[in-house]
Nanobody
Framework: QLQLAESGGGLVQAGDSLKLSCELS????????VAWFRQAPGKEREFVAA????????YYADSVKGRFTISRDNAKNTMYLQMNSLNSEDTATYYC???????????????????WGQGTKVTVSS
């Protein structure tokens, strides 16, 4: 099981950039699929981005493709989400998640992830 802790959230202006971090501990990070999800006020939690088991394959929601980049540093047991060109629709609590056994077809499904962080809030003001 992984323990995950997000950081880096805050209040920014529309058009700004922000980089979220998620520190992982408890297991060998390299073999895990890691992902970011977000939940806006009054909405369901949704998939944002994922990195599949350090294979160099990244996947993104259409709403963030071209603006957000997921990355990981296995040596530091840390994953990141670089967010550029932020807009008010990106306002949400962002969660990192990890799992060692999920299959690629489930990568966008939050039910496939066993381990979750507590979330970090991002507010984009226009």
């Amino acid at each position: 099981q992984l323990q995950l802790a997000e950081s880096g959230g805050g209040l920014v202006q529309a058009g700004d950039s922000l980089k979220l971090s998620c520190e992982l501990s408890g297991r060998t990070f390299r073999s895990f699929t890691v992902a970011w999800f977000r939940q806006a006020p009054g909405k369901e939690r949704e998939f944002v981005a994922a990195d599949f088991r350090s294979y160099g394959r990244s996947y993104y929601a259409d709403s963030v493709k071209g603006r957000f980049t997921i990355s990981r540093d296995n040596a530091k047991n840390t994953m990141y989400l670089q967010m550029n060109s932020l807009n008010s629709e990106d306002t949400a609590t962002y969660y990192c998640a990890g799992d060692s056994t999920l299959i690629l077809s489930s990568i966008r499904d939050e039910r496939a992830y066993d381990d979750w962080g507590q979330g970090t809030k991002v507010t984009v003001s226009s």
